[in-house]
T-cell receptor, first 111, second 118 residues
Framework: QKEVEQNSGPLSVPEGAIASLNCTYS??????FFWYRQYSGKSPELIMF????GDKEDGRFTAQLNKASQYVSLLIRDSQPSDSATYLC???????????FGKGTHLIIQP | GAVVSQHPSRVICKSGTSVKIECRSL??????MFWYRQFPKKSLMLMAT?????????EQGVEKDKFLINHASLTLSTLTVTSAHPEDSSFYIC??????????????FGPGTRLTVT
């Protein structure tokens, strides 16, 4: 059974600091990984995806993937109060596969 | 990014009635759409994969006769909750795969439909 694990938090980070969100997955066949941000009562919005080992940077966000350790992370630099949300990690086997989501980490950026 | 819409955004229905939810990709053609369900304070759970012109593939534990999915065109998929019961009350979210300039495995989510069955 495919599983994606995340610490539910809440994770509290001071404004301007780096927020580090972590995720592990059980299915070695997973090829692509996604980070979504979800505000309360809203639909998830895609932040980044990654499918190669290493780091991928996009603005204040850096996704990291380590397939040997089955580990994915998201770093948010210069955290802002507007970054406060639940961050969902998801994995996909590729092709037409749907996503397997973790339960999400609730991030709070303290002003 | 690609735009996906859902209609209605909220619906309240009586137990035993059926409700249809539409999912549209507005600026790209989506050969594959996905339907998810999210209960309060829980993560999204994949219900089914919808491919244009073919039968949907349902996840284990999801009743295909209760959750009817139709993907009649490259921009529209519908989910019909038949004979709804209060336990079907949830947030239903669709996603569509692909779009101009995106990798083939990116999924973009619609805004969701909150269903309340009384």
């Amino acid at each position: 059974q495919k599983e994606v694990e995340q610490n539910s938090g809440p994770l509290s980070v001071p404004e301007g600091a780096i927020a580090s969100l972590n995720c592990t997955y059980s299915d070695r066949g997973s090829q692509s990984f996604f980070w979504y941000r979800q505000y309360s009562g809203k639909s998830p919005e895609l932040i980044m995806f990654i499918y190669s080992n290493g780091d991928k940077e996009d603005g204040r966000f850096t996704a990291q993937l380590n397939k040997a350790s089955q580990y994915v992370s998201l770093l948010i630099r210069d955290s802002q109060p507007s970054d406060s949300a639940t961050y969902l990690c998801a994995g996909s086997g590729g092709g037409a596969d749907g996503l397997t989501f973790g339960k999400g980490t609730h991030l709070i950026i303290q002003p | 990014g690609a735009v996906v819409s859902q209609h209605p955004s909220r619906v309240i229905c009586k137990s035993g009635t059926s409700v249809k939810i539409e999912c549209r990709s507005l600026d790209f053609q989506a050969t594959t759409m996905f339907w998810y369900r999210q209960f309060p304070k829980k993560s999204l759970m994949l219900m089914a994969t919808s491919n244009e012109g073919s039968k949907a593939t349902y996840e284990q534990g999801v009743e295909k006769d209760k959750f009817l999915i139709n993907h009649a065109s490259l921009t529209l998929s519908t989910l019909t909750v038949t004979s709804a019961h209060p336990e079907d009350s949830s947030f239903y979210i669709c996603s569509a795969r692909g779009g101009a300039g995106s990798a083939s495995y990116e999924q973009y989510f619609g805004p969701g439909t909150r269903l309340t069955v009384t």
